[in-house]
């Protein structure tokens, strides 16, 4: 079992940053993919950013040259530095961690992904 717990969110104004935390407990591995997707109001859970555990990283366009995905093994931490925020990045964010580590799928699927945390709110106002 894997637990993730997500901090950082908050409200802020169009144009400022933040910086999410996800911290995993329990039977933790840097083996792990680890992923952050958001869920606005009224819309599907959608892909933001995800790492491997060699460090290569991935991102959707609407997140491209704004947020940096980062991991610190050593301390089971993963962050979503997010920048240039604009009000559509509205919504709740959750970290994901993938332990089946012989998946070949893409990072960019829910599929790969079988934990989640709660997900930390994070509204930016225009």
């Known amino acids: 079992q894997v637990q993730l717990g997500e901090s950082g969110g908050g409200l802020v104004q169009a144009g400022e940053s933040l910086r999410l935390f996800c911290a995993a407990f329990?039977?933790?591995?840097?083996?792990?993919?680890m992923g952050w997707f958001r869920q606005a109001p009224g819309k599907e859970r959608e892909f933001v950013a995800a790492i491997s555990w060699s460090g290569s990283t991935y991102y959707a366009d609407s997140a491209k040259g704004r947020f940096t995905i980062s991991r610190v093994n050593a301390k089971n931490t993963v962050y979503l530095e997010m920048n240039s925020l604009k009000p559509d990045d509205t919504a709740v964010y959750y970290c994901?961690?993938?332990?089946?580590?012989?998946?070949?799928?893409?990072?960019?699927?829910?599929?790969?992904?079988?934990?989640w945390g709660q997900g930390t709110q994070v509204t930016v106002s225009s």
């Open positions: 329990g039977r933790t591995s840097r083996s792990y993919a």
């Open positions: 994901a961690a993938g332990t089946q580590t012989q998946y070949s799928g893409s990072y960019y699927s829910q599929e790969r992904y079988d934990y």
